[in-house]
């Protein structure tokens, strides 16, 4: 097989192109222009119909990679490709990632769900089973809920969940609904619905809630970020003002309204944030204020507790 100058290819000489001469070639161009290897594998598997699952990704079957290309998939390949090369993260390009164990839609209405996440679901998971024991429903509230990860991830694990997601974003709602639409029987114990924060949540779970989750925006105005999320990534599920706590604040200051004696805020934060963070939670009579960390040992998540 022989690659032409504008990166498409062509065929050997008998007319053939196998996934294994495709991945060989994805993988030169995006190595090219320092992107990592495995990437490649994740879209040719993507493209060729693999499975791309935890521990497995970038690999492909015997009987995948000796198969033969399509035109179509090969028009496909190269669109992926192309659109990596520009810069769009893998995540976009792929159209799904993996978040603890859900595979989700993700584009770009979205933020991209990321492994601090995930560890913040471990943390309110704890509270859950802290206030849920022995009862037959526990209320849960994921506000600002994005692409669903968090309280779609929460549903799925524990079978006693009824969740709330709300979001002020339209677009947003629309990733977080498709993605409901594949959670299977846990997707009848959540309810989505548009507001921003506690807007979004009906009047009647005021006081009821058991847990209240949330990754809003914290990154204050002035922070870089990477181009690959300043570039692609919604501003507005990242910045909420200029200082980075203002949704934060907004939250901590409603949460007592909304829980019920006992129950739990859990939210994401960054780690500069988090002795502020406290202070708040404690003035406004949340108690046992906690701060937890994620998988890299970075304080990431505020855990407090209506008294």
């Not at 196998?18 to 040719?44: C, K, Q």
């Not at 968090?150 to 990733?175: F, K, N, P």
Request: aromatic share 4%; proline share 6%; charged share 25%.
């Amino acid at each position: 097989m022989r690659v032409a100058d504008d990166g498409l290819h062509e065929p050997s000489s008998d007319g053939t192109v196998t996934w294994r001469e495709v991945l060989a070639e994805a993988e030169v161009r995006l190595t090219s222009r320092g992107l990592p290897v495995v990437e490649a594998g994740w879209i040719v598997q993507q493209v060729a119909g693999g499975d791309r699952v935890s521990g497995s990704k970038g690999r492909l079957g015997s009987d995948h990679l000796d198969g033969l290309v399509t035109v179509r998939g090969m028009a496909r390949l190269d669109t992926m490709v192309g659109r990596r090369l520009a810069g769009e993260p893998l995540q976009y390009v792929l159209g799904s990632w993996s978040f603890r164990t859900l595979d989700l839609m993700v584009d770009q209405r979205v933020l991209i769900p990321r492994p601090e996440t995930e560890a913040v679901v471990g943390h309110a998971l704890a509270e859950f089973d802290r206030v849920g024991g022995g009862r037959d429903e526990v209320l849960v509230a994921d506000l600002g809920t994005g692409s669903g990860a968090i309280g779609l991830s929460i549903a799925a694990e524990r079978v006693t969940a009824r969740v709330w997601c709300t979001d002020v974003s339209r677009d947003a709602l629309a990733v977080a609904r498709a993605n409901l639409t594949g959670l299977g029987r846990p997707a009848r114990r959540v309810t989505i619905c548009e507001g921003s924060w506690f807007d979004g949540l009906p009047a009647d779970l005021a006081g009821a809630l058991d847990l209240l989750v949330s990754n809003p925006p914290y990154v204050a105005a002035g922070e870089p970020l990477p181009a690959e999320v300043a570039g692609w990534e919604p501003r507005s599920a990242l910045v909420p003002g200029p200082d980075g706590t203002e949704d934060l604040e907004a939250l901590i200051d409603g949460s007592v309204a909304w829980l019920r004696p006992g129950g739990a805020l859990v939210l994401e934060l960054a780690p500069c944030q988090a002795s502020a963070m406290v202070d708040r939670a404690l003035s406004v009579g949340l108690a046992t204020v906690d701060v937890r960390r994620d998988l890299a040992g970075r304080d990431r998540a505020l855990v407090a507790r209506r008294p």
